[in-house]
């Protein structure tokens, strides 16, 4: 476990993105607006990220673009939108790499996250670069519930796989693919994630 005091005090040129495009077809309304401590799941993502030490910050916003804006406006990140978000995660992922290229040549790598794990900080975030920096691993991956993924950690040399996933596919082809290059960081909360009703109603009986 890397210690948080230590992922504190780290800086690179780490970028992140989060990927917001969705249409939630399973909740039946927009989950990235739904609210969780007196905030919008997607403007809670936005903040924790802003407040890790990843630079730049690229928001990719799809379906329910124009309300999303309004949640997101004020604070310091570059908003992109993923025009063809209905045909996948990958697309976004896409639009993503893209925008954050543009933003920074410089960029060693990046930060994937999404907006439906309400339990996401930036010592989560945090964790991931100091271990990137620490381990010399090309992948860092958030490990929950007996399986790597999202937030994770990809260095600049998987780029192109990130952009070359079929638009259905996720950062977990790429996790798997090359997964003797990942290394995990325990995020036990990064299994509660929102994607039914259900799921919501079950996260605002939660104590935590």
């Not at 919008?40 to 910050?57: F, G, M, R």
């Not at 004020?74 to 995660?89: D, I, R, S």
């Amino acid at each position: 476990m890397i210690n948080p005091l230590q992922a504190e005090n780290v800086t690179s040129a780490i970028g992140a993105i989060v990927l917001a495009a969705g249409a939630s077809t399973r909740m039946g309304q927009p989950k990235q607006l739904l609210h969780f401590q007196r905030r919008s799941l997607l403007h809670h993502t936005v903040e924790v990220v802003v407040a890790s030490v990843c630079k730049p910050i690229i928001v990719v916003l799809g379906a329910y673009a124009e309300k999303m804006h309004q949640e997101v406006n004020q604070l310091p990140v570059t908003v992109v939108e993923n025009p063809q978000w209905h045909e996948g995660m990958g697309a976004s992922i896409q639009v993503g790499i893209t925008a954050l290229n543009a933003a920074s040549e410089e960029s060693e790598g990046v930060v994937l996250t999404l907006c439906d794990q309400p339990f996401v900080s930036s010592d989560v975030i945090n964790q991931l670069v100091a271990a990137y920096h620490s381990t010399g691993q090309g992948i860092i991956a958030s490990g929950y519930a007996g399986t790597l993924g999202v937030p994770a950690l990809f260095s600049r040399k998987f780029f192109s796989d990130l952009m070359n996933l079929q638009p259905t596919s996720g950062a977990k082809q790429v996790i798997k693919k090359y997964s003797h290059e990942v290394f995990p960081v325990p995020f036990a909360a990064g299994a509660i994630d929102i994607d039914t009703p259900q799921d919501y109603k079950e996260l605002q009986t939660r104590k935590d």
